[in-house]
């Protein structure tokens, strides 16, 4: 009698699950072993991963970056698969050559003389709350900037711990303590270069409005809606490759389908939604209604079940986050309390990016797009009274502005939090109103009496932005929509205040839980449920090579269990 072969069923299609499909199909007697397939209930592979074409160029809807090339094994890849060079126009192939213009509200363009200081300190504070400089005066390797910085970077975490502890300190409330020094530090300092009336801006205003801008950007980095709500410890535990970080020129679909590649026709079962996921604890036999020995049973949308030995579950945070919250019977029984309680504790965020094409008809043939800069907008606070009133308030926390590359027709800008919501509700017209609105306001010449107001040479050097014609003409717009995808629930994972490195871990571990002694439970049946994805990464949690670490993980890990049974 031929033995029966182990079931293993992967839910998504994604980095994480097609790889653990890639290593378990290519594992040497994997076919003799195992039975597999990959359940994804969209129409498509990639999960967050989503290349697409805009106006001519090839675009990402989700993942973009390789995070650091330096040992990457997403970089790899594409280096194998000759992934890095086309010949068609790709999102940020020319990386950001073009150096950015900083304008303020209201039109004033601003001497790097003021901006440099605050984004080398905004900079110095991430590195500091990242772990990736120690700090020493008696260091040697280190500047004078950079000792300083990280006095700075003391003084902040000082203050935050006296008003509360490490335990609970966010990254948000430590850059703005960081500030603060900042000022402290300054004071009766560069009297000479106070702004005199620039405008309705002081010089303190705007410098807090660049460090906004760049608080701005780091809420797209981590994906926290409010910084105030990032986790302060567990920053230093995220890691990043060393190198440059780099876009991937046929797309980082392609990586995906490498993958797939594999993979024979008919394994990987598209708008295969699962609805509830039937499993055994060590305590309870539940009898799943069929006589068989497989211990966990998939509930379809479209009616139909499917039994199996052992499953990975590769969904997102949201979606996890979704199935607790809702109560939605996802799995049966419910999913355990050390599982429950990080999935809840953990933050998943919304990310958004919105491309834009600019219109041609008011152009000849061949327009020159190389006009449009690239623009780092420094807005008054929301509830400043020299505000912009018709720049719409989901706009105010958006950073930049700027073409794909150097004289693309497509404008890029990312979002976050609740604007990125806001900006899935909005129809196109109401974007195009909106964008124009406030591009009308940073590339128009300010008025004359805000003119005649801009004293300070040194920090401006009497420049007003000299951008003659203002309009911008849209033509259309695209919009990623991850935050009401059902699929997804949102963008990717960090660690919030309350939450720790150890949350991602126990995301790692399967069900039924192993005993303390990293055995399985011997009342039933090991390896039931597998949790696989970015949010089960410690160190690379948000990142797609996170997730492909995640799916080598998992595939692993039942590979060793077979092997160890002597199978």
Avoid at 179 to 186: G, I, N, Q, R, T
Wanted: hydrophobic share 35%.
């Amino acid at each position: 009698m031929v033995a029966k072969k182990s079931r293993i069923v992967i839910i998504g299609a994604g980095m994480a699950g097609v790889t653990a499909a890639n290593k378990l199909f290519t594992a040497t007697g994997s076919k003799d072993l195992f039975e597999l397939c990959v359940v994804e209930g969209g129409s498509r592979i990639g999960g967050r991963i989503n290349t697409s074409e805009f106006g001519g160029d090839r675009i990402e809807m989700g993942a973009t970056w390789i995070h650091g090339i330096g040992g990457s094994p997403v970089h790899k890849i594409a280096q194998e698969i000759h992934a890095l060079e086309s010949e068609q126009p790709w999102e940020c192939m020319d990386g950001s050559s073009d150096e950015p213009k900083t304008i303020a509200e209201c039109g004033f363009e601003l001497n790097p003389t003021l901006v440099d200081p605050i984004s080398s300190l905004f900079k110095n504070l991430m590195d500091y709350a990242q772990g990736k400089k120690v700090f020493d005066e008696s260091t040697e390797t280190e500047s004078k900037g950079d000792v300083e910085y990280g006095n700075l970077g003391d003084k902040a975490s000082e203050v935050c711990t006296s008003n509360g502890g490490l335990g609970q300190l966010s990254v948000g409330s430590f850059l703005r303590q960081g500030l603060e020094a900042y000022w402290v530090s300054k004071k009766n300092q560069d009297e000479e270069l106070k702004l005199n009336g620039y405008g309705n801006w002081s010089r303190r205003l705007l410098e807090e409005a660049i460090f906004a801008m760049h608080e701005s950007t780091q809420r797209t980095y981590t994906s926290a809606g409010d910084l105030l709500t990032l986790d302060y410890s567990a920053e230093s535990e995220y890691r990043m490759f060393p190198g440059e970080e780099i876009t991937i020129a046929k797309g980082y679909l392609s990586i995906v389908q490498s993958l797939a590649s594999v993979l024979p026709p008919g394994l990987i079962q598209l708008g295969r939604k699962v609805t509830k996921i039937e499993w055994q604890q060590p305590e309870t036999h539940i009898n799943n209604g069929y006589d068989d020995t497989r211990p966990v049973k998939l509930h379809f949308s479209d009616g139909s079940v499917k039994l199996a030995d052992h499953v990975i579950v590769t969904v997102s945070l949201g979606v996890l986050k979704a199935s607790i919250q809702q109560d939605s019977g996802m799995f049966n029984p419910p999913l355990p309390s050390f599982k429950t309680e990080a999935i809840s504790r953990l933050g998943f965020g919304v990310v958004n990016k919105l491309f834009l094409q600019l219109s041609s008809t008011h152009a000849t043939k061949g327009q020159d797009f190389s006009k449009f800069p690239f623009l780092q907008m420094v807005f008054h606070r929301a509830d400043s009274e020299f505000r912009h009133k018709k720049i719409p308030w989901w706009m105010r926390k958006t950073a930049s502005l700027c073409p794909l590359y150097h004289n693309s027709s497509v404008l890029l800008s990312w979002f976050a939090g609740k604007e990125a919501l806001e900006l899935e509700s909005l129809k196109d017209e109401e974007i195009i109103n909106g964008v124009s609105a406030t591009v009308s306001s940073f590339l128009s010449k300010p008025q004359k009496k805000e003119k005649e107001n801009c004293h300070s040479h040194e920090l401006c050097n009497g420049n007003v932005n000299s951008q003659e014609n203002s309009e911008v003409k849209i033509a259309k717009v695209l919009k990623s929509q991850w935050g009401n995808d059902p699929l997804f629930l949102g963008s990717y994972s960090y660690v919030a205040v309350g939450s720790s490195g150890e949350d991602l871990d126990t995301m790692a571990e399967p069900l039924p839980k192993l005993n303390s002694c990293g055995d399985e439970p011997a009342t039933s049946p090991p390896l039931q449920i597998l949790f696989a994805g970015e949010a089960t990464h410690r160190t690379h949690y948000s990142t797609t090579h996170g997730a492909y670490f995640s799916g080598l993980r998992e595939a692993n890990r039942l590979l060793q269990h077979y092997h160890h049974l002597g199978v």
